[in-house]
């Protein structure tokens, strides 16, 4: 039998340790050359659940180097001819080392190129086999392992976490009926409404081809001369230019499948679907001054944050959901539910929750895992179907293909981190890189060689995929965009700025002023104007200010007044503090170490780290005022004694020893940090709306850097809690300050 037909599913593997590495092998029977490899009957490994790529881990403690095909070899040096050369053609060492350092990369993703993924579990609330057949929710605390990938779009594999962007959500579950992916967003509607559009979409988005900028970056004509000439993305691009393209951490953001699908009973009764992943903790997001500054001070942002979140044990969980309408729902709620631009409001249609995913273990391998995983739509199991939404039909397409380009081949759905954990049985052979011994020698099928195996299932035997019986299509074959499409772009962007807080929306319009101010084509400027007119004069009229042209009259025929619920990020808010940071900023001299390891305590009570922040590194301090900064922390807090840190104003004359800078306030002076540092990191964490607060009667020093008394400033009156500023983290900005 197959080894891989014994991989068993998923959930409550039993481990079994793989017989390669116990070097275990089963006898050869030296009388039979024709003795197969499926007759030796190797022992079975089983995918471990806790750890589905244990199996294909290498650990190279305490044991030689070896070449690629397993002989010891040391390669510090080349086999040369006489003491100083040349190398020799026969230094096969050298070769090997070098030739596949040379073939190391593969092409990065088209798009999402930036991203960073972690493992999982899946736990189902119950049996929900009266609306799909998905084997992974037809027991209540069924376990799938999961592995999700998070990303950003525009930007190359090495561009900053915080550019301004949707953000790539896509989840694998290994059921044990095969791969099912979500390849979804934080965003739940789409810039397109047909897969023909991308290259185009992309093409305008991604850097110009003459200067290649600007990376990761839509603030350029060709980006803005796309969208206002293609309504259909202005939906998404104001989900994006408002919070949600700025996003605090991947765990505090929701993902979304966006298109509709089908969930599929057994007996093949089907309803429409929507995916939705709702955080557990709550969703955050940066201010734009803030992203810009996390961007060139840690491009690593978001990655470092999932990663360190996971290896402390607060692991990540998100809510899996779904929207379900009748087939008959398709038109009933005023659009077409095919329409990837538009959301089903969840007033109409609210979500019900199917399980939690926990994502609980980093990666072991960047590149074995998050570079190689390789998500497709067209990954789907029984249970689920597609939809006629012509932007998924196109994604089914577009994601096989893109694979086959970055793995070179048809098999990178061999590669450790794209394995099923079901059993694989097929006619499927050869190929680059063919990593199994097919035995069946009747690789077609029907066959009666193989006794007509691999078997084709049905809906009734084998539990065999089946596309929903309610499906079908007539018409006459045309190419041209629905009227139930293309009869309105604006009412949602409208219903999504009607239903953020007056904040979000200032910074919304904010967003779209910074973007639009870099544009040179008067032609292109006037565009947006027409477009943002129709959703609503008075972001049209803002954004004309800036630009310097006449505000528009109002173009009222999408105007209305409607709302809608969970689209905000601020008024949701933090439901967890999990994995927030706080700055203490002290003094070695002054630490009170007592006082800070009891306000640690309180904070890590709630999953909040302190971090100390001193002149240099000492005993209880963690951090340095040359290497800190507001970014590093979701609020700060002012030690006692520490106020002779924060004499002088921001941007004072400098207190650096450089040549011709002048002296300032005594007590400021050391050349251990740049001029003003302390007070900057006050300053700043203050204008990017944080909590801050005084240990120790700050009110003089909150003063003399213009931070007056109010919402999220704590300690002025010399009172500090540790419990008050942990609830000014959940509320975590504080926008009074900029009215
Ligand atoms: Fe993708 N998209 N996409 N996309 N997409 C890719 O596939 C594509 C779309 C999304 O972490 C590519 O493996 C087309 C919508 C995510 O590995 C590529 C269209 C949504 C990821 C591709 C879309 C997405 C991708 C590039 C228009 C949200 C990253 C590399 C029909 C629902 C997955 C790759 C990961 C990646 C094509 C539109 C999400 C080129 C043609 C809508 C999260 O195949």
């Known amino acids: ?108 993703r088209a798009v999402h190129a930036r991203g960073a993924g972690a493992h999982g579990v899946f736990e189902s609330y119950g049996d929900f086999s009266n609306i ?20 950003t779009v525009a930007g190359s594999r090495g561009s900053a976490d915080t550019a301004r962007d949707v953000h790539g959500f896509a989840t694998r579950f ?57 309504p259909s993305t202005l939906h998404t691009l104001f989900w994006a230019m408002a919070q949600h393209g700025i996003v605090r951490s991947f765990r505090q953001m929701d993902g979304f499948g966006v298109h509709t699908f089908r969930f599929v009973t057994d007996a093949g009764e089907s309803k429409l679907v929507k995916f939705h992943f709702t955080s557990v903790q709550g969703k955050a997001s940066l201010l734009w001054e803030e992203a810009q500054q996390v961007a060139g001070q840690n491009a690593d942002f978001l990655r470092e944050d999932l990663f360190n979140a996971i290896a402390a044990g607060r692991f990540p969980e998100w809510e899996f959901g779904v929207q379900v309408m009748d087939e008959s729902d398709a038109l009933k709620f ?15 249609v609210p979500i019900t929750k199917l399980g939690k995913m926990t994502l609980n273990r980093n990666p072991t391998n960047y590149f074995a895992e998050t570079e190689q995983v390789m998500f497709q739509p067209g990954h789907l199991v029984r249970g689920i179907d597609f939809s006629e939404d012509p932007l998924l039909q196109g994604r089914i397409f577009s994601y096989l293909d893109t694979q086959l380009n970055r793995h070179g081949g048809p098999n990178f759905e061999q590669i450790p981190i794209n394995r099923p954990v079901a059993p694989i049985h097929n006619n499927n052979r050869d190929g680059a890189g063919q990593m199994f011994v097919h035995a069946n020698t009747a690789a077609y099928s029907p066959n009666t060689l193989n006794s007509g195996a691999p078997k084709q299932p049905s809906q009734q035997a084998g539990r065999g995929f089946f596309t929903s019986p309610a499906r079908e299509v007539t018409g006459k074959l045309t190419r041209g965009v629905s009227p139930s499409l293309s009869a309105d772009y604006w009412s949602q962007p409208r219903l999504f700025f009607n239903s953020i807080t007056k904040e979000e929306q200032q910074f919304l319009i904010n967003a779209i002023r910074f973007e639009t101010a870099h544009l040179k084509s008067a032609t292109v400027k006037k565009n947006v104007l027409t ?17 310097g042209m006449p505000a528009p009259a109002p173009d009222p025929k999408f105007y209305h007044t409607r709302t809608t619920k969970n689209v905000s990020v601020f008024k949701t808010g933090l439901k967890k503090l999990d994995g927030l940071k706080v700055g203490l ?20 009570a709630q999953g909040v780290d302190l971090t100390v922040v001193a002149e240099i590194l000492a005993d209880g301090v963690d951090m340095t005022y040359s290497s800190a900064d507001a970014i590093a922390f979701d609020g700060i807090i002012v030690a006692d004694k520490a106020a002779s840190l924060f004499a002088s104003r921001t941007g004072a004359p400098g207190n650096s020893t450089m040549p011709g800078m002048k002296r300032q306030a005594p007590g400021a002076m050391t050349s251990l940090y740049p001029p003003g540092r302390p007070a900057k990191i006050l300053v700043d964490a203050y204008n990017f709306a944080k909590p801050i607060a005084g240990m120790g009667g700050s009110g003089t020093m909150f003063r003399s850097h213009s931070i007056a008394a109010g919402p999220g400033v704590y300690g002025v009156d010399g009172r500090f809690t540790a419990g008050a500023f942990l609830e000014g983290l959940k509320q975590f900005k504080f926008f009074d300050r900029f009215n």
């Open 585 to 604: 900023l002290s003094t070695v001299s002054g630490l009170d170490k007592a006082a800070a390891d009891s306000l640690r305590k309180e904070l890590a």
């Open 174 to 230: 290994y059921t044990d009926e095969g791969n099912f992916d979500i390849v979804g967003n934080n965003i739940p509607v789409f810039f397109i409404q047909d897969a023909i559009l991308f290259p185009d979409l992309i093409h305008a988005v991604k850097p110009s081809p003459d200067s290649e900028m600007p990376q990761a970056a839509t603030a350029h004509d060709s980006a803005w001369d796309f969208f206002s000439q293609q």
């Open 1 to 108: 039998m197959h080894s891989l037909s014994l991989l068993l599913a998923a959930a409550g593997l039993v481990s079994a340790q793989c017989p390669y590495m116990t070097g275990e092998l089963p006898k050869r029977d030296a009388t039979n050359p024709h003795e197969s490899l499926e007759e030796r009957q190797f022992p079975v490994p089983q995918p471990d659940a806790a750890n589905i790529l244990r199996e294909y881990t290498l650990n190279d403690t305490d044991v030689y180097l070896t070449s690629d095909v397993g002989g010891p070899i040391p390669d510090q040096n080349s086999l040369q001819a006489g003491e100083r050369g040349p190398t020799l053609l026969e230094d096969f060492i050298f070769r090997q080392k070098i030739t596949h350092f040379d073939h190391e990369r593969v092409p990065e």
């Open 334 to 348: 005023g659009f077409d539910v095919m329409d990837p631009t538009k959301i089903v409001p969840e007033e109409l």
């Open 531 to 547: 477009q943002l007119n129709k959703i609503s004069n008075e972001i049209a009229s803002q954004v004309a200010e800036v630009l």
């Open 132 to 151: 799909t057949g998905a084997s992974f929710l037809n027991k209540p605390g069924k376990k799938t392992p999961v592995f999700v990938r998070f990303s």
